[in-house]
């Protein structure tokens, strides 16, 4: 079992930056998969980033890519995501996940969530 709560979220002009951060408890976060999701609203949730359990191989959606960066700390039992070049468009409630597996990019595939955390771009 995994528990998961996200941080960091807020008001942000266009053009600037926040970091988000995941706080996870339970012994296997450190062997499971995580990732950032998004929704926006009358949207549906869509994959942002992903990164294994080792931390080695992130994965970006085409519309992040360039912008943000997603890393975590398993000592910490810490997820993060960096998020640069912020635009209105990113304007959703963030959330993190880990577990399941499969296709990294459907968030049906993950057993774990955390809350959400808003995140606003003005323009």
């Known amino acids: 079992q995994v528990q998961l709560e996200e941080s960091g979220g807020g008001l942000v002009q266009a053009g600037g930056s926040l970091r988000l951060s995941c706080a996870a408890s339970?012994?296997?976060?450190?062997?499971?998969?995580m990732a950032w999701f998004r929704q926006a609203p009358g949207k549906e949730r869509e994959f942002v980033a992903a990164i294994t359990s080792s931390g080695s191989s992130p994965y970006y959606a085409d519309s992040v890519k360039g912008r943000f960066t997603i890393s975590r700390d398993n000592v910490k039992n810490m997820g993060y995501l960096q998020m640069n070049s912020l635009k209105p468009e990113d304007t959703a409630v963030y959330y993190c996940?880990?577990?399941?597996?499969?296709?990294?990019?459907?968030?049906?595939?993950?057993?774990?969530w955390g809350q959400g955390t808003q995140v606003t771009v003005s323009s």
């Open positions: 996940a880990s577990g399941g597996a499969g296709n990294y990019y459907t968030s049906r595939r993950y057993d774990y």
């Open positions: 339970g012994r296997t976060f450190s062997t499971l998969r």
